[in-house]
């Protein structure tokens, strides 16, 4: 066993969390190859039908967000995220269903990615604090790395049948299963709520309590200008892994099973991230989580301008290292500098300011990719990254803050 990571297997607590997101992750692993196809194999299931549904997401998601980390503060964080597990695996559940029965359509899609939006602004800025309830901060750092290893080796295993699963028996089917993952993890978080604290009750409103959240949120500024860069690089991210990612593998590539390499490749460089962030203190820990965001741009040049699956692939994998290796050291900065009873709207601001551009790009990607190609419009997201990740070392605060 690794050593560093013996704290987190002999608390109980946090050995039930590691199981149920790697649990939840074997069903992510199928979501990006599943989704994407199911739509793109529908009658009406044309690229911006594609931006369409991640539009439907990305828009409550980011629209309720604030709103969600008030609810974080005030509810037993695992009853939160265990709850909305539940309610994703049903709804993703019967949209699997209803494509395996003949009855699916984008417009189903787009009905269950708008709710599922939702339920995750209530999910993300919970489960990012759930953390905090449930390890010693001695083995913080710890046991985000463990919850991104478990998370990550599931995405692996995911995304190796995920293919296989769509291009043999139907994406209905992949993402019926997807659905069931979903509920277990759901059922498994939820035990836990009595060992999560309730915060004290308040009679400030919910506006009141947002307020608060954006005055602790703006009072560090190297949050603030991380999040601002972080704006731009998740859509990004999120439009080349979700719609044109996608749309290449299908006209270029090959189609779905492809895909599913490129993923499995982008999965092994996650847990290789999330393992290097688990070794390493460094004393700058914001410096470092940026500057190992610049493999993206290789990732995002090479889809565009290569034919080759295996060139891909490894450019997939550098971008999976220096996509948790940021989230690793970026969570745990955020969780060793942050008070506990403002953690879920600090994290939801986070999110929220992440999150902000994503479901314009991503709603604007597709029709992009029809008119202008896919190699120019990933040519331009290459270019726009450089900017993003390199701004913020422009900010003292960037710089200089240290790790605990």
């Not at 494509?99 to 359509?105: A, D, F, K």
Request: glycine share 10%; hydrophobic share 50%.
């Amino acid at each position: 066993m690794n050593s560093g990571f013996r704290g987190v297997w002999q608390t109980p607590t946090l050995r039930k969390l590691v199981a149920a997101r790697f649990i939840s992750n074997l069903g992510n692993g199928l979501g990006p190859i599943a989704i994407p196809f199911g739509v793109l194999g529908l009658p009406h299931g044309t690229p911006t039908a594609l931006s369409l549904v991640w539009l439907s997401t990305m828009l409550p998601l980011t629209g309720f967000m604030l709103i969600g980390g008030v609810i974080g503060d005030k509810f037993p964080r695992a009853q939160m995220v265990g709850g909305t597990d539940i309610l994703l695996g049903l709804l993703v559940l019967g949209n699997g269903l209803a494509l395996i029965t003949g009855h699916g359509s984008v417009l189903i899609f787009i009905l269950v990615g708008a709710i599922s939006g939702f339920l995750n602004a209530i999910w993300y800025p919970s489960m990012g604090a759930l953390t905090t309830d449930l390890a010693d901060e001695k083995i913080l750092q710890e046991s985000n790395s463990a919850i991104g290893l478990a998370s990550n080796v599931a995405l692996i295993i995911g995304s190796s049948i995920g293919g296989v699963l769509v291009a043999t028996i139907g994406a209905g089917w992949a993402i019926a299963i997807d659905g069931l993952t979903f509920l277990t993890a759901g059922l498994i978080v939820f035990s836990l709520r009595k060992y999560t604290p309730v915060a004290k009750p308040t009679s400030e409103s919910t506006l009141r309590e947002i307020k608060n959240g954006w005055r602790e949120f703006t009072s560090h500024k190297w949050i603030v200008a991380i999040v601002a860069a972080s704006t731009v690089m998740y859509a990004c991210e999120r439009s080349i892994y979700a719609v044109i990612g996608p749309i290449v593998a299908k006209e270029n590539l090959g189609g779905p099973k492809p895909w599913s390499v490129i993923l499995v490749f982008m999965s092994i460089g996650s847990v290789l991230g999330v393992g290097v962030a688990g070794k390493i203190k460094p004393k700058y820990p914001i410096r470092i989580a940026l500057l190992a965001q610049f493999p993206t741009m290789i990732w995002a040049y090479s889809l565009g301008n290569f034919d080759s699956v295996l060139l891909i692939s490894i450019s997939a994998l550098a971008f999976g290292v220096s996509l948790d290796l940021f989230y690793v050291l970026w969570i745990t900065t955020i969780q060793q500098h942050v008070a506990k009873e403002s953690m879920s709207k600090v994290l939801a601001y986070d999110a929220w300011g992440a999150t902000a551009l994503a479901p314009f790009i991503m709603g604007a990607a597709g029709p992009v990719v029809v008119k202008f190609g896919a190699q120019r419009t990933l040519d331009i997201l290459v270019v726009v990254l450089f900017l993003a990740i390199s701004l913020p070392f422009l900010v003292k605060e960037v710089r200089d803050i240290k790790a605990n």
